[in-house]
T-cell receptor, first 114, second 112 residues
Framework: GNSVTQMEGPVTLSEEAFLTINCTYT??????LFWYVQYPGEGLQLLLK?????DKGSNKGFEATYRKETTSFHLEKGSVQVSDSAVYFC?????????????FGTGTRLKVLA | DADVTQTPRNRITKTGKRIMLECSQT?????MYWYRQDPGLGLQLIYY???????NKGEISDGYSVSRQAQAKFSLSLESAIPNQTALYFC???????????FGPGTRLTVL
């Protein structure tokens, strides 16, 4: 079945450091891929998405590229801020195949120190 | 006003009690979901509904039931709560056109 694997946290960085959070997936169809972010005490919210191979999603300085050949969707940011401290979830949806469900990774906690 | 609301936000109850968590949305989406979040396990799907007459079990439906009272309302019930149901519960809707999920703020449930 479909699955998402993302790197375990926590990840602790200094402000302005480069961020990479790895995410790989297994899917039988052609999924859309997402990164969601969860700030303390809140629900998840969409950060960025990509719907087909080689698409790049971007938002708020974060980027991720849909790599079908490596089945990956790694999240990157060139210079993190304290306000980026949150839990990040990689997810896929297999809507085109009719599964209609979303699969989430286990989440990676990011802590950015001033 | 928030698009997806959940009540209550926090609840402490005792083993064996019946609990209902409620979710309402103003986004006009047909699809609604209930998830459970446990530390280190990410989000696990409990139930999902594609319209008022279509309700489906997710990965961990045992011990839970749901009711879709209207397009805007989707309730989750624990018929007889047990301590390992202590978790954070999220309701979500999804937009078929953009394939994006929208989450409520969550309900923190503690079963003693």
């Amino acid at each position: 079945g479909n699955s998402v694997t993302q790197m375990e946290g926590p990840v602790t960085l200094s402000e302005e450091a480069f961020l990479t959070i790895n995410c790989t997936y297994t899917a039988t169809g052609y999924p859309s891929l997402f990164w969601y972010v969860q700030y303390p005490g809140e629900g998840l919210q969409l950060l960025l998405k990509a719907t087909k191979a080689d698409d790049k999603g971007s938002n708020k300085g974060f980027e991720a590229t849909y790599r079908k050949e490596t089945t990956s969707f790694h999240l990157e940011k060139g210079s993190v801020q304290v306000s980026d401290s949150a839990v990040y979830f990689c997810a896929l949806s297999d809507l085109p195949s009719g599964t209609y469900k979303y699969i989430f990774g286990t989440g990676t906690r990011l802590k950015v120190l001033a | 006003d928030a698009d997806v609301t959940q009540t209550p936000r926090n609840r402490i109850t005792k083993t064996g009690k019946r609990i209902m968590l409620e979710c309402s949305q103003t986004k006009g989406h047909d699809r609604m979901y209930w998830y459970r979040q446990d530390p280190g396990l990410g989000l696990q799907l409990i139930y999902y509904s594609f319209d008022v007459k279509d309700i489906n079990k997710g990965e961990i439906s045992d011990g839970y039931s749901v009711s879709r009272q209207a397009q805007a309302k989707f309730s989750l019930s624990l018929e007889s709560a047990i301590p390992n149901q202590t978790a954070l519960y999220f309701c979500a809707t999804s937009d078929l056109n953009t394939d994006t999920q929208y989450f409520g703020p969550g309900t923190r449930l503690t079963v003693l």
